[in-house]
Every structure is written in structure tokens, then in C-alpha cells.
């Protein structure tokens, strides 16, 4: 995706080595892969929260796949055997940037889902697995990755008009107005929750007040863990949006093109994004380090079980 212009600036454009890109995409991709299969292989992790991270995992893998390509076909390109301007590497580069569109737009409505998700678990627990269902998750999942398709297409195929990149920045600012709306009403309603079960009384032994503290302690480890995934998500991807509201609004300004200058800086942080999702996984769910514990350590996956 060109989003990069003449600097005339002052300000030399900051590059980042090729090899880094291609390491941290490298990396990326493993440790998504790696969360992918570990959720379809633990029987365990079958339930609709799993199934929307793997589904993030994915978008983070397709992302993390589109970058080592590219940055591949920059190396080939650098010692002469591809052309930077042929008509076939322009049309690849076409099906890179619908697939980096796909994992953006992907990653936010997985947030969405992830969110809606531990609404239900936290204050609706004793009905989640009825709403819940595994049929739904999956509608919703065939939903996600469709809307995400024809979005990609579109996005790409008309990138070029300012209209498209004016929506895609709103969706960017809503779609996060949206998240911040709902985190705020969750913990809001949270506090509320836990007066509610301290003040129960403690009849037949504790045992109910101690399940539904159980429940809601756990619901809201997954909200937390979601928080944690949410913040590190705009923290990477919000300094590419300002890249494009600045080509936007001021696009040549001095003080505007010193911010553009950092673009390759900008491209490490989306892509550190796919880096750093596995890793919050991994630290805050213990089921799913037994999981890959399992994987990297033990042949015999049945013994090991």
C-alpha cells in the first residue's frame, strides 16, 4: 500500500534494515501458526473465547505472511531479479496490501466478538452456553472472515481515492470508540457485580457465592487479558492511521512530512503487533502453555496428554 511521499523536509527518512522486517515477520508468523494449531489440536480450548483468538491468530498470521513476502520481494528486488515497477509485482502487490487490509479489519471485529463474548460470560454465566453456542461462534466467524473479504477487495481496489482512505481511518476511529465504549461499561458493570455477590449471604456453607465468585473471577481474567490484546493493538497500529490522516490533511507541510519520514519505524510497530499477541496468550492463559509446552517439548502428543 503507497502511502509513502516525496520528503521535502528537512528530516532524512528513517530506514529500518530489510532483515529486521523479514525477521520479525518470520517470527510473527511462527508464533501464530503456533497458537492456531495448539487451539485446534487441545479439545480443551474448543469453546467460543478460543475459537475467536485463534481466529485474531489467523488475521495476525495472514498479516505476519503478507510482510515476509513482500519484504522478500524487496530483497529479490534490491539484487536485480524482480522489477519494482513490473506489471506482475505491482498485481502481487495488490493481493499483499487486500491481505494486510483483511487482517486489520479482521483483528478489530475478533475484538469485537472477543468483547461481546465476555459480556455474556461475566453477567449472563449461568445462560453463557446456551447463547454461546458453538454453532453461533462459528455463524459469527463465517460473518467475520466474509465481510472482511469483500471489504479487502474494496479497500484496495480503490485505495487511491481519498473517500476510501477517509473510511478507512473512520472505521479505524470508530470501530476504537466502540471497544473503549464497551471496556468502560464492562468494568462499570463489573464493580457493580462483585458488591452485588460480596453482599449475597453466605447460606448452605458458601458454596453458590463461592461458584459465582469463581465465574465472574474468571470472566473478568479474560476481560483483562482482552484489555491488555486491545491496548497493545491501537498502540501499534495508531501512529499508521496518523501517517494517514497527516497525508490527508497536510501533505506538504514540513512539520507533517518529519512525522512521515518515521513510516518504516511505523511498519515495525504494525507488524510488531502480530509479535507481541501470542506472547499475551501465552502469559495469561495457562492452558494454553501446557498446550504449547506439549507441542515444542513431547514427540508422543497422546502420552503427553
Not at 527518512?13 to 497458537?35: D, Y
Not at 458454596?207 to 459465582?212: D, L, V
Request: charged share 15%; net charge positive; glycine share 4%.
Amino acid at each position: 500500500m503507497n502511502t509513502t511521499t516525496t520528503n521535502q523536509s528537512d528530516c532524512p527518512e528513517v530506514k529500518v534494515p530489510v532483515p529486521l522486517f523479514f525477521t520479525i515477520g518470520v517470527l510473527s508468523l511462527a508464533e501464530n501458526l503456533l497458537v492456531v494449531v495448539a487451539v485446534i489440536r487441545n479439545r480443551n480450548l474448543h469453546s467460543p473465547m478460543y475459537c475467536f483468538i485463534c481466529s485474531l491468530a489467523a488475521f495476525n498470521t495472514i498479516a505476519s505472511l503478507t510482510k515476509t513476502w513482500e519484504n522478500l520481494m524487496i530483497m529479490f528486488a534490491n539484487v536485480g531479479h524482480l522489477e519494482k515497477k513490473g506489471p506482475s509485482e505491482t498485481n502481487l502487490d495488490d493481493v499483499m496490501d487486500s491481505l494486510l487490509c483483511m487482517s486489520f479489519v479482521g483483528s478489530i471485529f475478533s475484538f469485537l466478538a472477543i468483547a461481546a463474548d465476555r459480556y455474556i460470560t461475566i453477567f449472563h454465566a449461568l445462560r453463557y452456553h446456551n447463547i454461546m453456542t458453538m454453532r453461533r461462534t462459528k455463524a459469527i466467524l463465517g460473518v467475520i472472515w466474509t465481510t472482511c473479504g469483500v471489504s479487502a477487495i474494496l479497500m484496495v481496489r480503490f485505495f487511491d481515492s481519498k473517500f476510501i482512505m477517509i473510511c478507512f481511518v473512520v472505521f479505524f476511529v470508530v470501530s476504537l470508540a466502540i471497544i473503549c465504549f464497551l471496556y468502560v461499561y464492562m468494568f462499570m458493570l463489573a464493580r457493580i457485580h462483585a458488591r452485588n455477590i460480596a453482599a449475597l449471604p453466605a447460606a448452605g456453607g458458601g458454596g453458590g457465592k463461592c461458584r459465582r465468585q469463581r465465574q465472574w473471577g474468571s470472566g473478568m481474567r479474560g476481560a483483562l487479558t482482552l484489555t491488555i490484546l486491545f491496548g497493545v493493538f491501537v498502540v501499534c497500529w495508531a501512529p499508521f492511521f496518523l501517517h494517514l490522516i497527516i497525508i490527508m490533511v497536510c501533505p506538504a507541510n514540513p512539520y507533517c512530512e518529519c512525522y512521515r519520514s518515521l513510516f518504516q519505524l511505523h511498519v515495525v510497530l504494525l507488524m510488531s503487533h502480530a509479535f507481541i499477541d501470542p506472547a499475551i496468550y501465552a502469559f495469561r492463559s495457562a492452558e494454553l502453555r501446557h498446550t504449547f509446552r506439549k507441542m515444542l517439548l513431547c514427540s508422543d502428543w497422546k502420552r503427553c496428554s
